[in-house]
């Protein structure tokens, strides 16, 4: 904005003491001080408000106004609180040095000024910005992969000043902008937490979360399937209602039914390190224009994953209409190539299994396990949006089914040369967000196979990972897996014992020893399943509880006499564990 700008706006009641001939200069920002010598916190093209306290006597004024100057203030505006009025020596030197002052009345607070000044400017800066973006939505819709998502953020970094970075839903870090420092994997994690649990809540947005009593984030959903023009005009306009509160009526967020509690789990996020509640309307409606030119951009990328999933789709059809091995072979010959260009020889496969359930029911989840399994089977070492070249996943129903290739050389027994999918690693980046996304809602289960090497072992890799994905269904938790490994011992068993069964089985041999914790704070439970854990050994278990040894004897004594049994006999034992298990 300019000077001129200043002097007309009646509200601000500033009075121009000398530089007529200054007052197309352009101002760029705004800074309150009263230090003698503010040079080292100015950067040029700032109005200057000062109470004049730094003035103790006429002789002040010079060596103040030049500092200004020499720091590349275009004007200085005086408060006349302080002094009553401006005085002449000060008057003076700004005329001397062509630098403008204005005369601020007393009744007119420097908040004030500063308010207008930066509303102003941000509006100004945000529809220069809005130009370049828009140059960029046209090379991004138009022309084939454009900039992609880091070239907007790049925008952002170098125009307005903010800090921004694209994330998945699960907190994996997708574009940032190159000339800024790359937000932390915990942090990306921790936002991502966030914003699936607003999101569920239903609180208004843009969600804001502030880290470590430091940093403020600003979080803009990016949902899929691309809002329109419309809808993101209607977002803006609503963004501020009569109150300033975002009105989630017509924002973009919305959500209802059972489509918006599943695409919440799948929507990418835009966060801004800033507070956006303290943003001009201007900027605000700027950042929904750029989340749309995101979504655009992340619509592309999700049709490029429409052959592979179609592949998978196939396969899947086959192997479940046990179509003859052959064909299911010629199918796999058709895309391996696509799923591992440039492998000569034929890929081992691993099966994983996801399932969403929703509580009280509702529709099929299959969709939505689809666009999460594609993102939880990514790399964690990975960044970008092409992140599933090499991943097939087709839903039928309920669930979802990945077809993962693996190396030739990679074992047929999945995981002895580290190169298979383990079932604990799948989710050790991506529980806590999708915890916080699921909670009170749904749960989320998966199943990893073991890795075959031809078409004939594809249809009992698809049993074993659905065996696999009922047995980490049975355990508690919103998100939870099982792998193949788990189904060759008693644990496979657990998942199919009647629901009274398991209770009263439990509670035969566990309420007793629970009853006394709570009584007495003795800890027997926690000693049974060290006791257990350490093969019944009395020196290993007492040194990983801390105990002396006559200690853990007598825990071990207290819950033989509460229970009944007999832990140096195998059968007792196994029951034990087994309770332990189900519990």
Not at 260 to 265: I, K, N, S, W, Y
Not at 391 to 412: D, F, Q, T, W
Request: glycine share 10%; with cysteine; aromatic share 4%.
């Amino acid at each position: 904005m300019r000077l001129r700008a200043l002097l007309e706006t009646d509200a601000l009641g500033l009075a121009l003491l000398c530089g007529e001939d200054e007052l197309d200069r352009t101002v760029h920002g705004v800074m309150t001080t009263d230090l003698r010598d503010p040079s080292r916190y100015l950067s040029g093209g700032e109005l200057v408000l000062s109470g004049l306290a730094w003035r103790r006597d006429a002789a002040d004024s010079e060596p103040f106004v030049r500092r200004l100057v020499q720091a590349g203030v275009v004007a200085l505006a005086a408060g006349e609180a302080e002094l009553g009025a401006v005085p002449d020596d000060l008057v003076m030197a700004c005329a001397r040095h062509r630098l403008p002052l204005f005369a601020v009345h007393e009744s007119v607070a420097f908040a004030t000024v500063t308010e207008h000044v930066v509303r102003q400017v941000s509006g100004e800066r945000a529809g220069d910005l809005a130009a370049v973006v828009d140059r960029h939505r046209r090379l991004m819709t138009s022309g084939p992969a454009g900039g992609g998502p880091d070239v907007v953020l790049d925008l952002l970094g170098t125009d307005l000043d903010l800090r921004a970075w694209v994330l998945s839903s699960t907190g994996r870090l997708i574009a940032g902008s190159k000339a800024g420092p790359r937000l932390p994997d915990d942090v990306c994690v921790r936002i991502a937490t966030e914003q699936l649990a607003a999101a569920r809540s239903g609180r208004p947005g843009p969600h804001r979360v502030t880290l470590d009593d430091r940093t403020t984030y600003s979080l803009f959903p990016l949902h899929g399937g691309g809002p329109t023009a419309t809808t993101v005009a209607a977002a803006a306009q609503a963004a501020h209602s009569e109150h300033g509160e975002h009105d989630t009526s017509a924002s973009p967020e919305v959500r209802d039914g059972q489509n918006g509690r599943e695409t919440v789990l799948s929507d990418w996020l835009l966060v801004v390190e800033a507070d956006a509640g303290d943003w001009a309307e201007e900027r605000l409606d700027l950042l929904y224009g750029v989340t749309q030119l995101i979504v655009v951009e992340r619509d592309r990328r999700n049709a490029a994953r429409t052959v592979r999933r179609r592949l998978a789709q196939e396969v899947l059809e086959l192997v479940q209409a046990g179509a003859a091995p052959a064909e299911v072979a010629a199918r796999l010959r058709v895309a391996a190539p696509v799923l591992v260009p440039g492998l000569g020889a034929a890929p081992h496969w691993q099966v994983v299994v996801a399932r969403i359930d929703w509580d009280g029911g509702g529709a099929e989840g299959g969709a939505a396990a689809q666009v999460l399994l594609e993102e939880i089977l990514v790399d964690p070492a990975s960044t970008g949006p092409e992140h599933s070249d090499r991943i097939a996943v087709a839903y039928a129903g309920e669930e979802a089914v990945a077809l993962v290739p693996l190396p030739a050389v990679a074992s047929e027994h999945d995981g002895a040369d580290g190169r298979g999918l383990l079932a604990d690693a799948l989710l050790e980046s991506i529980r806590e967000p999708l915890t916080a996304g699921l909670d009170g809602d749904g749960r989320l289960t998966l199943g990893v196979s073991a890795a075959v090497h031809s078409a004939e072992g594809l249809r009992g890799a698809l049993e074993e990972a659905r065996h696999a994905r009922r047995v980490a269904a049975a355990r508690p938790g919103r998100v939870c897996a099982a792998g193949h490994h788990e189904l060759a011992s008693h644990v496979l068993l657990l998942p199919f014992v009647p629901d009274d069964v398991r209770r009263a089985f439990t509670a035969r041999l566990l309420d007793p020893l629970r009853d006394y914790d709570r009584r007495h704070r003795a800890e027997l439970i926690p000693t049974l399943e060290a006791f257990l854990d350490c093969d019944g050994s009395w020196t290993r278990c007492a040194a990983r509880l801390h105990l002396h040894v006559n200690t853990l004897r007598y825990r071990v004594g207290r819950i033989e006499q509460l229970t009944g049994r007999d832990l140096s006999r195998l059968e007792d034992k196994l029951d034990f564990f087994l309770a332990l298990r189900m519990s």
